[in-house]
């Protein structure tokens, strides 16, 4: 069950109000004796488009800053993408798909290749919220079905259905309680013995002021919403508070001024900041999609002259110790 979140100032007190909505179930498709399958969210994002566009401002430091709000709810996309087409949109995801497996040099880690054998046509794979379905396309390119479903409803398929389970990129698409519930469907259908990993990155980072100040601003958001901007540190400690033994834990931090995938993740931040461009307005008080474009161009030299980007990939495996 998800929230919306609206926090309001009453005589310099904050206050906060989470209103539950009802969620709806997602059509959804599964073909017979598949070996991967890909699975992305519909409905959720559906639901956080319609209700973000329905809240009109949002309380940082102490101050109130007014959201614009769209001519017309006609003219968003249901899924809320953020870009205008969605061409960028799987630019984006392919872009970050590239940059992330030459960052970690492959698809997956050491250890998830030492426990899975990725040649035998039995083994099967999940891979949760897909995006384009680059990540399982690499490893899978035959037998790969997609199908569309709220991963907040729970996963639909049968336990212990998996070899190797992937997530990455949640912290912002689901609170801290679906991520949870998450993880146990994610043990549920594992099979004994079976792998999961996770990606995510670290949303706060180390800069100039301009850096450190939308960090704070991003952070102070997240936590309202009951998310963790830094929970990709703690991606071990997860597996391991939902049944799962960690077998691989790798942080990789690179500086944006000199590393050779630098200009591939500036590109990605570059077009992935459009979806906080509502949060942005609010923060700095902008009202036009020039100085939108001005503070953009600002924040991403100061990302590339002062700061770094942080990933964290993990991950676990489900022991299950045989009866005697």
């Not at 309202?224 to 997860?238: F, G, R, V, W």
């Not at 939108?292 to 676990?316: D, I, P």
Request: contains cysteine.
């Amino acid at each position: 069950m998800g929230q919306n979140i609206s926090i309001t100032n009453h005589n310099g007190v904050l206050k906060i109000k989470r209103n539950r909505r009802k969620s709806q179930k997602a059509s959804s498709s599964k073909e017979n004796n598949i070996s991967a399958t890909s699975s992305t969210i519909s409905n959720f994002q559906k639901s956080k488009a319609e209700e973000s566009y329905q809240s009109s401002s949002i309380i940082v430091q102490d101050h109130e800053y007014i959201f614009p709000k769209p001519v017309s709810s006609a003219s968003l996309d249901l899924r809320d993408l953020p870009y205008d087409t969605l061409k960028s949109e799987d630019d984006r995801m392919n872009a970050n798909q590239f940059a992330l497996k030459a960052l970690f040099g492959g698809n997956y880690l050491e250890e998830v290749g030492n426990r899975i054998n990725f040649e035998s046509t039995d083994t099967k794979v999940l891979d949760i919220g897909c995006g384009s379905g680059g990540w399982v396309m690499c490893i899978r390119p035959a037998n790969v079905s997609f199908i569309q479903h709220d991963a907040t409803l729970g996963l639909p398929y049968e336990d212990n259905t998996f070899d190797l389970v992937h997530m990455r990129m949640f912290l912002i698409a689901f609170n801290k309680y679906q991520y949870a519930d998450c993880m146990k469907e994610v043990l549920r259908v594992t099979k004994p013995n079976g792998i999961v990993q996770l990606l995510e990155v670290e949303m706060v980072d180390d800069g100039d002021e301009l850096v450190k100040e939308f960090g704070a601003a991003v952070e102070k958001i997240m936590e309202a919403n009951d998310q963790d901007a830094l929970i990709a540190q703690k991606l071990s400690t997860i597996m391991s508070t939902y049944g799962f033994t960690p077998i691989q834990e790798v942080r990789k931090s690179f500086r944006l001024n000199n590393h050779p995938l630098a200009s591939e993740f500036l590109y990605i931040f570059d077009i992935s900041l459009d979806t906080l461009k509502r949060m942005v307005f609010a923060v700095y008080g902008l009202s036009t999609e020039e100085e939108y474009k001005h503070w953009k161009l600002k924040w991403l030299e100061s990302r590339k002259n002062s700061s770094a980007s942080t990933w964290w990939c993990a991950a676990g495996q489900k022991v299950v110790v045989a009866a005697n």
